[in-house]
């Protein structure tokens, strides 16, 4: 078994985790989507309709990601360490770590993108697809850096959360105008643009693309840290 499928298979020890994995942003799609339009009324946001169960979409699947990229990064302590010396390499050992993050935040953005699907059509839905792709991986990398620096299972959760909530209610549709805080203010732009019919122009694209890169060099650079540094 290749180290990858190994630290796929640490955050997935119970079959109920895998459950989880896609019933979290199946349930999150629809059940909330009325209550986001309800709360971004109250803080003067536009947020309604077809864009609020897209952006439901996007975040189930950032908020899965990054409570996995928290414990991925977590359980990377002292293990990395010691595949490094054993001749693994600081590199090899965060690419596959990072490998495995990936894979499982494919799967939470899937869930989310299907639950988007079958609760209505969307005009644009590989443009949609992409969005929730690149709200779980900015997020991945938002618990893989929390878990970085916090090693408390409670304090980083809550940190993740912390980052999350602060996220959503300061993101685009939700407030009048989106904080320069808001870190998927860029995925959101794009996912309401598709979810509401309208292609979104290129430098949208391009900034989004920019904002993923980001997010996933930090997180190598994170786990190849770890692997370095601790033991």
């Known amino acids: 078994m290749t180290r990858?499928?190994?630290?796929?298979?640490?955050?997935?020890?119970?079959?109920f985790t895998l459950v989880l994995l896609v019933a979290v942003p199946a349930f999150f799609v629809a059940a909330t989507a009325g209550v986001l339009s309800d709360f971004?009324?109250?803080?003067?946001g536009g947020l309604?309709?077809?864009a609020a169960a897209a952006l439901a979409a996007g975040w189930s699947a950032a908020f899965v990601s990054?409570?996995?990229?928290f414990f991925q990064a977590t359980s990377s302590r002292g293990a990395d360490r010691?595949?490094?010396?054993?001749?693994?390499?600081?590199?090899?050992?965060?690419?596959?770590?990072?490998t495995a993050s990936l894979?499982?935040?494919?799967?939470?953005?899937?869930?989310?993108?299907?639950?988007?699907l079958i609760r209505q059509g969307v005009v644009h839905p590989w443009h949609a697809g992409a969005a929730v792709l690149a709200f779980a991986l900015i997020y991945l990398a938002v618990g893989i850096l929390i878990g970085?620096?916090?090693?408390?299972?409670?304090?980083?959760?809550?940190?993740?959360?912390?980052v999350f909530l602060l996220d959503v209610f300061s993101g685009p549709g939700m407030a009048p105008h989106a904080a320069f805080y808001s870190v998927s203010r860029k995925a959101a732009d794009v996912l309401i643009s598709a979810a509401t019919g309208q292609s979104s122009p290129a430098s949208d694209w391009f900034a989004l693309g920019a904002v993923v890169a980001v997010a996933l060099s930090s997180s190598f650079a994170a786990f190849a840290y770890?692997?370095?540094s601790r033991g």
């Open 4 to 15: 990858t499928a190994t630290f796929a298979r640490e955050q997935l020890r119970t079959p």
């Open 40 to 44: 971004a009324r109250a803080l003067g």
């Open 48 to 50: 309604a309709g077809d």
């Open 66 to 69: 990054g409570t996995l990229g």
């Open 82 to 98: 010691r595949l490094a010396l054993a001749g693994a390499g600081a590199g090899r050992v965060a690419a596959a770590r990072i």
């Open 103 to 116: 894979a499982l935040a494919v799967v939470a953005a899937g869930a989310g993108f299907v639950a988007l």
């Open 148 to 162: 970085a620096v916090i090693s408390g299972p409670l304090e980083g959760s809550l940190a993740v959360a912390f």
């Open 226 to 228: 770890s692997a370095r």
